[in-house]
């Protein structure tokens, strides 16, 4: 092939991928990109996240809402965030850390198999240990039950035990049993026990009978591996040959079709009526409600039996082909140990290998471009975007829809990329003639032309198969272009990081209105609904006004800022997203700004949309989160104590946390109510239509029940809800570093130095979004906010004796309010020599010494400076004069910043001896020069530490600033004038 040959096929390759971006003139079926399937997330929480073990084989959910976890290397409390170990090293009394089983009873008693070191009980943080002197002849406990008789039945290694208050009895070969070896055990509404053996099949007890089931009864083999009786009573039989299904009253056992493959080490019912699987080679599985009607009747074909399902408040199948439902391909294949449904539906799996995984449903859709094969278009109606055959994408830029639902993708260093029909491919690069690699703009004009800016090559407008580029030899002020934007009238205005160019009839202008930006770097260009175009830089926002720019001046703000986002509601005011100075609202000529410390996700705000009138939609540099513009305003205005954003991030589903700002548009809204944020790890994908699915709490229904609860916030009712109402909980209460009981009322000495409460909440949909309200009634002056990264401990110092009730409320990620409050009430006890009695002793004493006392002291105060200024002499007229002037000199010329300032210097600015200046300070104010000093330094000090504009200051810098060397001395004066040390005064009053 000859090379001019080659040319033109290279050309005609190029022309017609330009020629696909063109819009075609009428749009192709509804939900071209809408490849959707419910998908899940699979969270793990393994030694790294504070697992002792990755080998969980023992699960249980106590009634206080803990999870409780069972591993070689000891027990496990787990509240969705912390992981609290009890091993052998930490608890004397277990002396075996190799923890197989746990059950918790009636009586809210938490029991322990370990594997050779007997079964203990734990309740209220008190242990008991069960051995052999109890009558357990055997210390490997693989199993514990209960039955509706108030019995506890433990299998061992070496037989069955029967616990009651006639002591313990051993079932063995004797009594019936085909196999001392007892695998698992489950009891029925009707008081039977079930226990499965290793090597012996299944055994029923009832009424002092045994039974044994085996391969004569249909058991495939002798090795039961799991026992579960679903909510029909109906006994599941898990072996190393399959499940199997019992029903008491037939006597049958019945295989359950296409399970004969793999051993079935754990079941789960659903209340639906279905039944999770858990495996030792195939991971999880699901059996519908068809199928286990039709196992019932012996009429079932298996084909609800399935490897994956849709989880949404139960499990419902799909279709009828076998498919992960653990996403992760190391999971889908990993030895489950144990299965457990906590109280809110969250599925939970014990791993061999893998640590502790929760199944979630995804509440975000991903778009990566990995998959098999294309999925057609409709064909589904889900949030839930899993693009199939394309190129992998990485970190995404700018997106944009185009008409007939194609949608354009800037990438980082990879040139354009194109969404249609299920596919993701590669349109453009710099060897292909565009501008450069990395795409950070797009637009598609009123013309039909496809605008790209590029950081590193200027911009290519691309048309009819053609493609022109604009750099600085164009007149473009720089080749790193940041944001395109056309206008009302048609002008397309284009920003770069060194200023802004115009394009009309075919050329780019420079000079007026925008030689003012020359050198600066423009980050966004807005149009709003009434036709203003505002420019955003790196020193605040410019709005175009006639023909020229003019800033936008607030009144509490001279230096502007950094911006990167901009939204107008319909207000009138002015919301801007900064480069990591928070959100911060432009309204009536003056900024409000919310940050991270206010309880944002993120200060690095990328993008801003308003949806339903109200609720603001904005990405990050930690997710996407949703937060009512009421509820902001209502916090600046200091009318509640906490911001309750809901946020969206890799947990949920997006295929990174970290969104992708720096780039125009920084968020796509799809006309088939989808909204797109680019990410380091893809395009993250929300769905209106999900959203407006899921149940939002009426305003009455999270009203909160504080005793002031004007101040406290209540959740935009439009906001999405990934979590349920959290439950908080103090967990301890240490005085002193030394736990106390708890009691009804705890009561402790007044010479308690330091008191620590730690608590939690429990919600296992979003454990690390949890938000909190505390305060100390009858200490705290309000409320305390705590935002999700804070430690969940509250610390009081030198308490003064009294009664104090600490009040705890929680708030879930998705804006809901704990339904309950958490309280524990203390009582301090006065020393004797601070109480009633000791008073009544001394106050007659005091009555009848303390004037005379008094009298006394102040006459010879009295004489005793008499004698001190018997020679200085001021008369009265220059002594008021000279007030009047240090007055001035303290309040208005604040000299006392000095730290150099003397009692000399000072009498020199009077023009008066210094002996008269100490005679006046002493006389007029009864105390010495230094105090006198320090009491304005500290005013100053106090001011300075409550001011939010000196927040990001050291208590350090501004001891300094206020006159002061030494930080003891500093400490010392504050504490001697305010009571409490400078960083308790901040903590309170900052």
């Known amino acids: ?71 070689p290397a000891g027990l496990v409390r787990f509240d969705g965030i912390r992981c609290e170990v009890f091993d052998h090293l930490n608890t004397p009394l277990l002396t075996n850390s190799r923890v197989l089983s746990l059950y918790e009873d009636a009586d809210a008693v938490l029991w322990i198999g370990t594997d050779g070191g007997g079964l203990y009980a734990l ?73 499965g053996t290793m090597r012996g099949g299944l055994a029923r007890f009832e009424d002092g009978l045994v039974q044994i089931y085996d391969v004569d009864d249909g058991l495939a083999g002798l090795t039961v591996l799991s026992l579960e009786v679903g909510p029909d009573s109906v006994l599941w039989i898990g072996t190393m040959d399959g499940l199997f299904n019992l029903r008491p009253d037939e006597g049958v056992v019945r295989p359950v079709p296409r399970t004969y493959r793999y051993p079935v080490t754990s079941l789960a019912p659903t209340p639906r009526g279905e039944m999770l699987i858990g495996t030792m080679v195939e991971g999880l599985k699901f059996l519908g409600r068809a199928s286990i009607e039709g196992i019932a009747t012996g009429d079932a074909s298996g084909q609800d039996l399935l490897t994956g399902g849709a989880y949404s408040r139960g499990l419902l199948p799909v279709d009828s082909y076998p498919k992960d439902l653990l996403l992760d391909e190391e999971l889908s294949n990993s030895h489950i140990c144990v299965l457990l449904l906590d109280r809110n539906g969250h599925v939970w799996i014990g791993t061999k290998s893998r640590g502790l995984v929760q199944v979630k449903e995804r509440r975000v859709g991903a778009i990566t471009g990995w998959g098999g094969p294309p999925i057609e278009s409709g064909k589904e109606e889900s949030p839930f975007v899993l693009v199939s055959e394309g190129s992998p994408l990485g970190s995404v830029y700018p997106l944009l829809e185009d008409n007939d639902g194609t949608l354009l993708i800037g990438t980082e260093n990879d040139g354009l990329y194109r969404m249609r029909g299920g596919r993701i491919t590669k349109v453009l690069d710099r060897s292909q003639g565009l501008a450069g690699n990395m795409v950070r703009t797009l637009l598609r004009d009123r013309s039909g032309k496809l605008w790209v800016g590029t950081m590193d090559g200027g911009v290519s407008i691309l048309a009819n198969g053609r493609i022109r580029n604009l750099t600085g030899t ?13 206008d009302g009238a048609g002008t397309v205005w284009v920003g770069t990081d060194r200023g802004l160019n115009r394009y009309i009839n075919g050329k780019v202008t420079a000079g007026e209105p925008i030689s003012m930006f020359d050198g600066q770097v423009i980050r966004t260009l807005v149009e709003n609904d009434r036709g203003v175009l505002y420019a955003a830089t790196r020193s605040g926002v410019w709005k175009l006004s006639g023909d020229s720019f003019e800033r936008i001046v607030a009144e509490n703000d001279t230096t502007g800022f950094d911006v990167l986002s901009l939204y107008e509601d319909g207000d009138g ?54 937060i009512s513009r009421d509820s902001l305003s209502a916090y600046t205005r200091g009318e509640v104590h906490i911001l309750t954003p809901t946020l969206f991030d890799d947990n949920d589903g997006m295929p990174s946390a970290r969104c992708n700002g720096f780039c125009c548009p920084a968020v796509c809204e799809s006309r088939l109510g989808k909204r797109l944020y680019p990410t380091k790890g893809g395009i993250a994908v929300f769905d209106r239509r999900y959203e407006r699915e899921q149940r939002h709490p009426e305003p009455g229904d999270l009203e909160p029940t504080y005793p002031q609860p004007s101040q406290l916030q209540p959740p935009h009712p439009r906001a999405a809800q990934p979590s349920q109402h959290p439950v908080p909980h103090i967990e301890s209460i240490l005085a002193d570093e030394i736990p106390v009981r708890d009691e009804e009322a705890i009561e402790l000495p007044g010479k308690t130095d330091r008191i620590e409460i730690r608590f939690t909440a429990f919600d296992y949909s979003a454990p690390e979004k949890c938000r909190f309200l505390y305060r100390l009634e009858g200490y705290d002056p309000g409320f305390t906010a705590l935002h999700p990264s804070q430690d969940r401990t509250a610390v009081y110092r030198d308490l003064p004796p009294g ?22 009430r203390l009582v301090i006890i006065p020393p004797f020599h601070r109480t009633k009695a000791f008073l009544l002793i001394v106050i007659a004493g005091i009555v009848l010494a303390g004037g005379a006392v008094a009298i006394t002291t102040r006459y010879r105060r009295i004489q005793k400076q008499r004698m001190k200024y018997s020679t200085t002499t001021i008369d009265t007229e220059r002594m008021e004069r000279a007030l009047s002037e240090l007055k001035t000199l303290m309040e208005e010329e604040k000299v006392f910043l ?9 009498a020199q600015r009077l023009k008066i001896h210094y002996n008269q200046l100490s005679r006046i300070i002493n006389e007029r104010f009864e105390m010495s020069f230094n105090n006198y000093m320090n009491r304005y330094r500290i005013e100053e000090a106090q001011r300075r530490l409550a001011d939010p504009a000196e927040r990001n200051r050291n208590i350090l810098e501004i001891m300094y600033d206020v006159g002061f060397y030494s930080k003891s001395t500093f400490n010392t004066a504050f504490k001697k004038f305010t009571g409490m040390s400078p960083s308790e005064y901040r903590r309170k009053h900052g």
């Open 1 to 71: 092939m000859n090379h001019k040959k080659k040319i033109y096929l290279k050309f005609l390759g190029f022309a017609l991928g330009l020629f696909l971006l063109i819009p075609a003139p009428s749009p192709i079926a509804a939900g071209e990109h809408d490849h959707s399937t419910k998908g899940y997330i699979a969270r793990i929480w393994n030694t790294d996240a504070g697992l002792p073990h990755n080998n969980v084989c023992a699960l249980v959910q106590t009634r206080d809402r803990y999870l409780w976890l069972g591993t």
């Open 123 to 195: 309740k209220d943080n008190e242990w008991r240990r069960y051995g052999e002197r109890d009558g357990l002849v055997n210390g490997h406990v693989r199993a514990v039950t209960g039955d509706i008789h108030g019995n506890l039945w433990v299998g061992t290694e070496y037989g069955l035990h029967r616990l009651n208050g006639e002591g313990v009895r051993v079932y063995g070969l004797e009594e019936g049993l085909s196999d001392n070896l007892i695998t698992a055990l489950a009891a029925d509404q009707s008081g039977r026990l079930w226990a």
């Open 474 to 486: 164009s007149g473009l002020a720089s080749d790193n272009v940041t944001a395109i934007v056309q």
């Open 803 to 824: 009664e104090y009730t600490f009040s705890l409320r929680a708030i879930g990620n998705g804006g809901l309010w704990s339904e309950r409050t958490a309280t524990a």
């Open 898 to 906: 000095d730290p150099d300032l003397t009692l000399q210097k000072l």
């Open 573 to 626: 005011s002015l919301w801007m997203g900064t480069n990591g100075s928070g959100l911060k609202r432009l309204s009536k000529s003056r900024i409000t700004t919310c940050t991270t410390e206010d309880g944002l996700p993120g200060n690095f705000i990328f993008s801003i949309l308003e949806e339903d009138a109200g609720l603001l939609w904005i990405s990050c540099e930690g997710g996407v989160f949703s």
